[in-house]
């Protein structure tokens, strides 16, 4: 049977087959260690769940407006006020199934097919299939370890064409955990207004940044024009460990807003009234949940980053925010562990995980071949021995 092009070229999450495999061998008994997860480790907080359950109990079981109910999206326009120095009214806010599907939204609220979207490796890999789904067509700039994974406006220039509908960014990264700032900031929204296009700007990692002199910039509040042109992504999954709820948003100029919500309204409906409320108690509720998981992500990526910098053939940068390193193995091809020559992080990744027992993700599909990305949001103790394991490894290459 003739099945959709569009759905067959579309490559499953490999980050979720991973932790599948991982999942495999712990079911054998072994101590799988894994640096794969997406999300904290922390539990949602108390006053969130209580929220959720009350909502429950006081039957708000029923649809909401689709793009989410007003107090929501009401408390994510003062959130974007206080926090970003943003201005909107509510009408400009969807409320979406995660952060995901307000990308997924964004996109195809915009892309006609063949229209082209500037995407800047290392990505999040969903970027890429997502446009591919929203009829778009990708076009990666790469940003250089040497510039600090910076996105430059010469690299830009060099891929724009009249098809250019859109750049994604993000800061902070995944999965550099590098953060823009306001210069480089200034440079792309300059560019995105000189050539009219539109900046999807992903700000989901926006609370966890441990660099004392890097504040998160919200490029849509760089100036009238950019704000025009921007869509900003956000959501309470990273920042409130709620990553299962499915909360995410969308700010936007209102004619696009009334789009993403018309066609969610056909899509999905309205996210889950419940989560809804949950998200609304997380936004206006008590925020040292956020500070103290911030914390322990902080001490960790202390951690992890110098035990990493100082092992032998790799090479990373100390991350400013989100919960992963991206750590560079190019150096260790040609040596060999137990007889295989080593030729991919790939194969690396699939080694650490047979031989010793640790769950990493390999960064071909974001864009960058020969790196690996580690999720420190796993506990302190799992982190040195994971880090033990992988030093070990390294030892051994011949
Ligand atoms: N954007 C980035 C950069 C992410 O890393 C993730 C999740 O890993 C998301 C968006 C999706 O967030 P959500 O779980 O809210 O869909």
Redesign the pocket.
Known sequence: MNLSEKALGIKPSSTLSITEKAGVLRKEGKDVISFSV??PDFDTPDHIKQAAIEAINEGFTKYTPAAGMVELRQAVAKKLKEDNGLDYDYTQIVIN???????INALMAILNPGDEVIIPAPF?L?YAEMVRIAGGRLVIVYMRKEDGFTLTTEELERVYTEKTKAVII?TP??PTGMIMTRSQLQDIADFAVEKDIIVIS?E??EKLIYSKDKKHISIASLGKEIYDRTIT?N????SYAM?GW???YTASPLNIAKLMSSMQSHMTSNPNSIAQKAALAALTGPQVCVEAMRLQFEKRRDYIYDRVVKMPYVETLKPEG?FYLFVDFEQTYGKSYKGTVLESAAQIGKLLLEEKYIAVVPCADFGMPSYIRFSYATSMENIQKGMNRLEEFLMELK
Do not use: C, F, M
Request: hydrophobic share 30%; glycine share 14%; proline share 0%.
């Open positions: 997406g999300e199934n995660g952060a995901k599907h307000s990308l999040w969903s993000t990264s995944n992903d989901i990692y992504v959501g309470v999954s990273k990553t499915r909360i995410g989100a």
